[in-house]
């Protein structure tokens, strides 16, 4: 007897040692397919200035062809201005140079694929001002003080480059939908060195704005740059739309209030990622998810278990699941949540999305509606990327001017099966998820009006239908 135990057990252990291997074998596997590091920047140090830019142009060359999702004419196109770049027979200045290879990654037209605006902690020359787009264009929301008077304003002219010229010209800095290259827009407006690199201004260190103020007023102010930290700059605009003090900026800044009444339940506490409260006036719970990963200390898996916890409890008759300002993060941490959502509620889940409902936060966008079926409503703005697109892979900083780009190398496919092993992202095989489409059932995009007037139509739009429903009306039926 203990002679076949032994044997079993012997068994037992070679299974696991094989399995074991296995699993270590695909998940090496897994990780040299679509996380792999970039190739390394053996160059001898240059002897001039057009030197380090050809060196620069040669390492960006490589990184871009480890990105997948170029399709073949851009990638043509791509080649065809490095090319052009490299038999420059002197080197650009150093933020024209920047300009034109941010463009270059945007041919991708991939809302991932990134030639990144900033150069890590390095200081670089800000706007005295923080803009956010709302649906009638980008207006001041936060100012030092010698601007303090534009705060409200709406943008109408850079060095005399009317507002929607500089628009068109910023969003060919980024690929993806003309929504959340405009999003992203609003976050280069403020970066002074591609402004000058643009040609939109004229010199590097100032430029004239002028804004238009709530009562119609015209206000010009000569903006002088400051220098700040890089990662100040990918603080993105739905930030600005609460006056809340950012430690990270430090004094000096003042920000933009609503000028009626005040901020709704939903933009309350904006640096608090992670929220749930009940909606006043009715049966319903709010939940807020800014990211899909732990951020500034707030942990999501213990949020998204008490929240699951207290939901199940006490089963309100609706959830307001708001996911705007999300740029994503780590989607495998919501699939049980999502999946659980339809039956936390006795009634229906009410998704909020706009243009910087990113990434992983799509696909969580995703897995709500796959498992709520026609239960689920989604209010506000389109999605900020279509339900195909490329995503992982790794940066790549050029050797020189160390400007940083993203590669990508796994596509991900909402719509439609996804069984090209080497460029479909071998995880979405556990984490399955099949929708038509995303595009909201009713647009309520963000207004400057409604803000100013201390109002959030999408949030206010699922409590009226919250109400309704419970009068017994019809509810919009999803996509």
Not at 109 to 124: L, P
Not at 154 to 166: A, H, L, N, Q, T
Not at 377 to 392: C, H, M, N, Q, S
Request: aromatic fraction near 10%; hydrophobic fraction near 40%.
């Amino acid at each position: 007897m203990n002679r076949v135990a032994v044997r079993m057990g012997m068994v037992v252990i070679a299974f696991i040692i094989v399995v074991g291997g296995a699993g270590a074998g695909i998940f090496y596997l897994f990780n040299q397919h679509f996380y792999f590091d970039p190739p390394k920047p053996d160059y001898p140090k240059p002897a001039t200035a057009l030197e380090a830019q050809r060196q620069d142009l040669d390492y960006f060359r490589k990184a871009m062809e480890l990105d997948r999702s170029f399709a073949p004419a851009a990638r043509e196109e791509a080649e065809h201005r490095v090319t052009a770049l490299e038999k420059l027979p002197a080197a650009l200045p150093e933020q024209k140079l920047h300009v034109a290879l941010m463009k270059i990654m945007a041919l991708a037209d991939n809302g991932h694929s990134k030639m990144r605006a900033s150069r890590g902690d390095a200081r670089i020359p800000l706007e005295p001002v923080r803009v956010t787009r709302f649906a009638e264009g980008f207006f001041v929301m936060r100012a030092k003080a010698s601007y303090r008077d534009m705060l409200g304003g709406r943008v109408e002219s850079i060095d005399g480059v009317p507002f929607d010229e500089v628009l068109k010209q910023l969003k060919t800095l980024r690929g993806g939908k003309d929504s959340f290259r405009a999003e992203n827009a609003a976050v280069f407006i403020e970066d002074h060195e591609l402004l000058y690199g643009l040609g939109i201004a004229r010199d590097p260190k100032q430029s004239e704005w002028t804004v238009r103020m709530p009562d119609g007023r015209l206000i010009k102010h000569t903006l002088v740059v400051g220098v700040e930290k890089g990662d100040a700059l990918f603080t993105y605009g739905p930030r600005w739309r609460s006056p809340d003090p950012k430690k990270e900026m430090g004094p000096g800044w003042f920000a933009y209030s609503p000028a009626h009444g005040m901020l709704p339940q939903s933009l309350r506490n904006i640096d608090n990622h992670f929220s749930r409260a009940p909606v006043p006036d009715t049966c319903a719970e709010y939940v807020r998810v800014q990211n899909i990963v732990d951020t500034d200390g707030q942990e999501i898996q213990p949020f998204l278990k008490d929240t699951e916890a207290g939901l199940r409890a006490h089963k309100p008759c609706a959830i307001i699941f708001d996911l705007r300002g999300n740029g994503g993060g780590d989607y495998t941490n919501m699939w049980r949540f999502t999946h659980n959502l339809p039956e936390l509620t006795t009634g229906r889940i009410f998704v909020l999305t706009d243009a910087m409902t990113f990434s992983a936060a799509i696909t969580t966008t995703a897995f709500t509606k796959e498992a709520g079926g026609d239960r689920v409503t989604i209010i506000g703005e389109p999605v900020g990327d279509r339900l195909a697109f490329y995503a992982e892979g790794g940066n790549a900083v050029l050797p020189n001017s160390k400007f940083s780009l993203s590669y990508e190398t796994g596509k991900h496919d909402y719509a439609h099966p996804c069984r090209d092993w080497h460029n479909c992202f071998w995880l979405n095989w556990l984490y399955p998820v099949r929708v038509k489409t995303l595009q909201p059932d009713i647009l309520a995009p963000m207004t400057f009006r409604d803000w100013n007037a201390g109002r959030d139509i999408a949030y206010e739009t699922a409590v009226g239908l919250i109400q309704k429903s419970r009068q017994g009306l019809i509810i919009p039926t999803a996509n």
